[in-house]
């Protein structure tokens, strides 16, 4: 018996459609490896639809009071909250994720983001008028940028979708979003959310693959670009927005150092390092997968972080002792199969290195130690619950180990000395620098990286600005 699939549809000008030439693409759960969904695959004429409504919608949705924009988002942060279940369905058969996890760890934080960005809708302000030359006033205009076109990822679609079009909104600027080929579901049912709040062509959806992607950004109509994503995706994005000289903004990959002092308590750091390592199959670009230990307590704290991997389950969305659930897809379980299998003849798997089952794409969580700090797998993203760990003899061969990679999005320093804490937070070259602590994240607080981990930030005041322009506005004040 063959079980129809659901039909998923673009959401542009305030209803849903089909993409124009009708192509689409199956949708896996990564749980069960099964397709339960079709998604428009769109095509030139979906982007340039989806383009025209959010540049039609712009200028009235600009021009709404910032008062208005923050009550059109709080009304959007209360249905999120009345339809939590819905949208949890929708993520986990996305994702493949727990539920209970679902439910605890990311519609709260959802909503309170939508909400804080709400509030920020208040704050569009210049600094003071004043006169500068003999004569004349200078005033200065926060402005929104126009449209924005949005690239969200597969690891957190919910989440990343709200850090996008949550801010943009807020500062007056009108979405065209576009989820994960492999995760549309949540995002359009979010679509139909949003929908039923703000005027249409404010917030489109266009679902579809990485060419769908190129296609948005290539376009004419955005102000700007914003993506979620590799490296490589990236850099392709900033290449192609360079053609019209788009505003770019990048969160892209990480590599996230945690530096183990020997002066930590090691059960307490075990605990939490190895949760935020496994945390959502590791799938997290702040993820605590690279941990550099002091040489007095490496033996110790490996065997203690091995324990801690095997004690670790990872099973069905409605297994409630799971703490995560499959990677995403068939070829991100081949991505982290394949590091694991190139690990060089220095290298020891202390616990997993291996798939689980033969349904889904579920992997083990791992250890690995004896590694060098040019092994590919120190150097390169794995993307998957798996945590390295590397010897150091003293704090600066810990700077220079953790400084020494590509990627400088997040980081973490574990000791019982604040003097030393304070140094590290200073040389460390990374967005997020936690101390005692790894991965928790606030919206009143900044979240990007440098180098290639990207530019721009998500969340905050500093989120926010990103999505504004500045405007200087002189008058003569002469009779």
Not at 343 to 359: D, F, S
Request: net charge negative; with cysteine; proline share 5%.
């Amino acid at each position: 018996m063959t079980t129809e699939l659901r039909r998923l549809r673009n959401y542009i000008n305030g209803e849903f459609r089909d993409a124009a030439d009708g192509r689409t693409t199956e949708v896996i759960n990564p749980a069960t490896g099964e397709a339960y969904a079709t998604a428009p695959l769109s095509g030139q004429a979906d982007v340039d639809a989806a383009m025209k409504a959010a540049a039609d919608a712009f200028p009235a949705w600009r021009d709404q009071t910032p008062a208005e924009r923050q009550k059109a988002l709080l009304k959007i942060a209360d249905a999120f909250e009345e339809r939590a279940e819905e949208l949890i369905a929708a993520e986990v058969e996305n994702t493949g994720k727990p539920i209970g996890l679902t439910r605890s760890e990311e519609i709260p934080p959802m909503v309170d983001q939508i909400r804080f960005f709400a509030g920020a809708a208040r704050m569009l302000e210049g600094r003071a008028a004043g006169e500068y030359m003999e004569g004349l006033t200078s005033i200065i205009r926060r402005e929104p940028i126009g449209v924005c076109a949005q690239v969200a990822p597969w690891n957190y679609p919910m989440m990343m979708g709200v850090w996008k079009f949550a801010p943009a909104l807020a500062a007056g600027n009108t979405v065209v979003l576009k989820p994960s080929d492999t995760t549309p579901a949540s995002t359009v049912l979010m679509a139909e959310i949003i929908g039923s709040i703000v005027p249409p062509g404010v917030f489109n959806v266009v679902t579809g693959d990485r060419d769908t992607g190129r296609l948005m950004v290539e376009h004419k109509t955005p102000a700007m670009a914003s993506i979620t994503g590799s490296v490589r995706a990236g850099m392709q994005v900033a290449e192609s927005a360079s053609k019209d000289l788009k505003r770019v903004h990048l969160e892209l990959g990480g590599k996230a150092p945690v530096v183990v002092f020997e002066d930590t308590d090691i059960a307490k750091a075990v605990e939490d390092i190895s949760m935020a390592g496994f945390f959502n199959a590791g799938q997290d670009c702040t993820a605590a997968t690279r941990v550099l230990v002091h040489e007095s307590i490496h033996d110790e704290f490996v065997t203690a972080l091995a324990k801690a991997a095997a004690d670790t389950k990872t099973g069905q969305p409605d297994d409630e002792d799971v703490l995560y659930g499959p990677l995403n897809n068939a070829n991100q379980l081949k991505q982290v199969s394949g590091f694991i299998e190139r690990l060089p003849a220095h290298a020891k798997v202390e616990a997993g290195g291996q798939r689980v089952g033969e349904k889904g794409y579920f992997y083990a969580p791992t250890v690995v130690s004896g590694l060098k700090q040019d092994d590919e797998i120190i150097q390169n993203e794995v993307f998957g619950p798996v945590i390295t760990v590397q010897s150091f003899t003293d704090e600066a061969q810990a700077v220079e180990y953790a400084n020494g990679v590509d990627y400088a999005l997040a980081s973490s320093v574990w000791t019982k000395d604040h003097a030393r804490a304070m140094r590290m937070s200073k040389v460390l070259d990374f967005g997020c620098v936690w101390i005692n602590t790894h991965i928790p994240l606030v919206a009143e607080m900044p979240h990007g990286g440098f180098k290639k981990s990207g530019y721009g930030k998500d969340l905050s005041a500093y989120g926010f600005d990103d999505y504004t322009r500045i405007k200087h506005v002189m008058t003569s004040i002469e009779g």
